[in-house]
Every structure is written in structure tokens, then in C-alpha cells.
């Protein structure tokens, strides 16, 4: 069951902002960043894309756009917004960032850290035939509904790692893209 209610102005009003990082970080010589982008309606969106099936890596996974930083990008807020115009034309300047989310590892060796933007509801979606399957809207109460994410706990390599796996509609939405949706949710507030 969905969130009752949550309005963009509630969102706005929870949402935990943390600083955004300017410039990529030393540490972690592989940098990515993903745009986490909020549709602006009165009951908003989640933009999420399904990759495309021809991909080496994460073929047909649903994922928020975003990719590697780039040497000429001046921070990974900057990424994430090349990214989101490559993958599905939203332009940069549509986009009113709102903050970031503590970064992810992810599997292939990437530290990934998710941009919190928020989107004009009228853009024009152009789908990057090369990266995007689809584009697809779910209702942000449903994606920050706590309860539609089950733990799957693997081993790899002697580590334990635990996997979020949820659907919506036909989507299976799962792994890191999962985990990042699971962690805005726990900061606007909202408890397992």
C-alpha cells in the first residue's frame, strides 16, 4: 500500500539534505554518479530507466541515469546531470538539485553517488537508444514505501552483502537502484 498523501512539499519539508561533494575524491580512483530525479507534481514522481538489453554491463536493469565521471566534469553533481541529458535529454538546467545521498560501492568497482534533483513534470523524454530501454514514472509514495523492498543476503568472495529486490508493474527493480530508492526513503524520515 502506498504512502497516503505525499506531496513534493512533504518531501521537501523531510528530505535530509547533506552537502553535496564538489569535486570527486582521491580515495576512490573510480568515481560514478547517478541522478536521482523527483518528478514536481503534487503527488511526484520517481524517473527510473530500464537499461538496454544490448549492454555489457547491467544489461536490462532498471537504473537511474548516470554513469562515470568524466575528466571534464567539475564535480559529481556535474555527472550526474551529463549523464541524465546523454541518457534521456533531461537538461541540466531543468534540474534543481536539491542534495546527495551517502555513496554506494557497487560491484563493479565504482563509488556511485545518487544526486537528489527535482524535475519539471512536462520534460520530453529522449531515451539514448545505445544506454535506454525505457523510461518509465513510478508514484514516489509507492517507491519510498519501505515495506515493497525484501533483503536478499549473498556471498561473494567471502563477504556478505545484502540486495534489496522489489517490483513495480513489470519492473524488476533490484540491486543498487533498489538500495538507493530504500536509502532516500530513510532520509525523509520513513522506518522499516
Known sequence: MAQPNLTLDDFLSRFQLLRPQLHPTAAHARQAAVLVP???????????????????KHAGQVAFPGGAVDDTDASLIAAALR???EEVAI???AVDVIGVLPPVD????????PVVGIIPPDL???????????VFEM?????????RYHPL????????????LSWYQHYFVWGMTAGIIRELALQVGLRP
Open 83 to 85: 549523464e541524465a541529458q
Open 139 to 147: 508514484p514516489l509514495a509507492e517507491a519510498l514505501r519501505l515495506g
Open 106 to 113: 557497487s560491484v563493479t568497482g565504482f563509488r556511485v553517488t
Open 153 to 164: 543476503d549473498i556471498h561473494r568472495q567471502g563477504n556478505a552483502h545484502r540486495v534489496w
Open 91 to 93: 537538461p541540466p538546467e
Open 124 to 134: 520530453h523524454y529522449h531515451a539514448s537508444e545505445d544506454e535506454v530501454a525505457s
Open 38 to 56: 523527483v518528478v514536481r507534481r503534487e503527488q511526484p514522481g520517481l524517473l527510473l530507466t530500464q537499461r538496454s538489453p544490448r549492454l555489457r
